[in-house]
Nanobody, 116 residues
Framework: QVQLVESGGGLVQPGGSLTLSCAAS????????MGWYRQAPGKQRELVAA???????NYADSVKGRFTISRGNAKNTVYLQMNSLKPEDTAVYYC??????????WGQGTQVTVSS
């Protein structure tokens, strides 16, 4: 009975910032590697950021230096802080586990639109 719920998306100007949240029931994020994915129209879903149980992070080249993934402090949550947003970042963003570890059903995702 795992459920993933993403939130925080919206419309933002190029160069702006946005923070996405992911909350889950039925699992503990603290003992699983978690990632943020995105899917733009006509493109495959891609992993853009991941955080391991020990706190190590990894990012796709396209977002490195601009996005930061982190774990929630008091709740079973993960966050994605997005800075210096570009129109190319426009996509539906999802959270989930990563290959080689836990992986659950996809949530509805949250829409991020970067446009002037």
């Amino acid at each position: 009975q795992v459920q993933l719920v993403e939130s925080g998306g919206g419309l933002v100007q190029p160069g702006g910032s946005l923070t996405l949240s992911c909350a889950a029931s039925g699992i503990l994020f603290s003992i699983n590697t978690m990632g943020w994915y995105r899917q733009a129209p006509g493109k495959q879903r891609e992993l853009v950021a991941a955080i391991a149980t020990g706190g190590n992070t990894n990012y796709a080249d396209s977002v490195k230096g601009r996005f930061t993934i982190s774990r929630g402090n008091a709740k079973n949550t993960v966050y994605l802080q997005m800075n210096s947003l570009k129109p190319e970042d426009t996509a539906v963003y999802y959270c989930n586990g990563v290959a080689g570890g836990w992986f659950g059903p996809w949530g509805q995702g949250t829409q991020v639109t970067v446009s002037s």
